[in-house]
Structure formats: C-alpha cells, structure tokens
Nanobody, 123 residues
Framework: QVQLVESGGGSVQAGGSLTLSCAAPGYPYIRFCMAWFRQAPGKERERVATIDASDFRRYADFVKGRFTISRDTRKSTLYLVMNGLKPEDTAVYYC?????????????????WGRGTQVTVSS
C-alpha cells in the first residue's frame, strides 16, 4: 500500500473549475493504475476516472468532456482537472491506486486510498 494525500478541493459556483491533486510520494507504481472516485452525501462511492499503465483514460459518463485525469510521474502526483462544475458534482473526492497495469473492475480491489477532499458546487 501507499500513502495517498488529496488536495485542491474547495467551494465554487456552478460553471467553475477546480484541480485536485493526489500526492503519492515514493510510490513505485505511479505509472500503473490510478483513479479518482467520489462519494456524495447519502450515496454510494462511484468511480469518476481512471488511468492505466498505457495512459488509457476512462471516464464516467457524467464527467465526460468536463473532467481530465492526468499524472506527473516525476512528482508522483495524480491530477483531476474539473471544468464546468455542476451542483451534482458536490462530493468527497478520493484518490485510489492499484499496482496493476490495468485498473480493477471492482472498487474493492483497489489497494490504496486517500482520505478524500471535499468539493462543493453551489448553484
């Protein structure tokens, strides 16, 4: 497992932008599967975006065209650029990692999780 630390959350108005960061210092598998999840109040956690060892990116339908996942391997940091934010994007956003080349299908198979960062979007 690896210690993941998210940052960059905050409060914005609808239509605004935020960039989340997930620091993974010294993580040897930063080039492998990394992901962002979110959990809104009263709802189950859901997958937002993933990036695998081939740099293939997969997005949930509800963020396609608005969010972009990326990473800087030199800084051992994962990012999530969020544009066109909507009130329904309000949630705690979590970073997750797995030492596999392809991301697991099941959320429970991700081996490392951060503590999350709050994103609040007002209308």
């Amino acid at each position: 497992q690896v210690q993941l630390v998210e940052s960059g959350g905050g409060s914005v108005q609808a239509g605004g932008s935020l960039t989340l960061s997930c620091a993974a210092p010294g993580y040897p598998y930063i080039r492998f599967c990394m992901a962002w999840f979110r959990q809104a109040p009263g709802k189950e956690r859901e997958r937002v975006a993933t990036i695998d060892a081939s740099d293939f990116r997969r997005y949930a339908d509800f963020v396609k065209g608005r969010f972009t996942i990326s990473r800087d391997t030199r800084k051992s940091t994962l990012y999530l650029v969020m544009n066109g934010l909507k009130p329904e994007d309000t949630a705690v956003y979590y970073c997750a990692a797995d030492g596999l080349r392809q991301c697991p299908a099941r959320e429970s198979d991700f081996e490392s999780w951060g503590r999350g960062t709050q994103v609040t979007v007002s209308s």
